[in-house]
């Protein structure tokens, strides 16, 4: 009879090569007929892995998706297991993070609608990510807006120590803007229409939506310690109208 350990490695090889695999960091588009038989996905190793499912549809069945780190389970569902756990989708977007040293599995669970597409993706850092903040607004006109994207990249600055009684010079260079910068995507809609904040709030979803007005202008800008913010300059818009803008960005 083979060692236990033996068996472990056998049984997650077996598990590997009966399913389809996610690479890391790299997210999977998929429809319904695009779903492999069996439902489900081999997950790599990772010391700290993060699996996300964005919805790019909205989606009545009850769908569900589990997830396993143990190697003796190749078909995590609804009847638990060894170290089986259920990514609970809020809004559109479930989030699962935890060690996958030998790997694990992914299966779906329930039936789907005809016309359901969703992504799904196994990385180091979340590829899918609803923003705790909304864009700021700074100022409008009667058919234009600016707005901020949340802060990112904080400059350093350099506290004086004392005693130092040389003054700075007249003009103090201004901190030069990061090489990179978040990928967001900026949409907006009348707020009486609720139509971006009752869908599935991902940004695959957001972006297969048509967005109100215009973006005029697109920078950089430094506004405060807190960090650089995109500006969008926003033209086009209707007077006497309140628009809405949720919160969340593409994969950067």
Sequence with gaps: MLPETLLCLVNAALIQAATASLSLNAILSLNTQDIPSPPSFSLPAAQNLTITVAYCSSETVSTRFFVTNSTTVDDPGPDGGTNVYEIIVNQGLGTFSASFLDGGVLAIDGTLSDDFSFEIAASDRPMHEVLATFPLLGDTTSNQALLFSPPFDPP????????????????????????????????IAPTSSQTLTSLPQTACMMASQSSSGNIANESLWLRDEDGWRTQWLMAGLSPQTNYTAPPYSLVP
């Design 156 to 187: 350093i600055f350099i506290d004086p120590s004392y005693p130092n009684y040389t003054l700075p010079g007249p003009s103090l260079a201004s901190p030069s803007p990061p090489d990179s910068s978040p990928n967001f995507t900026l949409l």
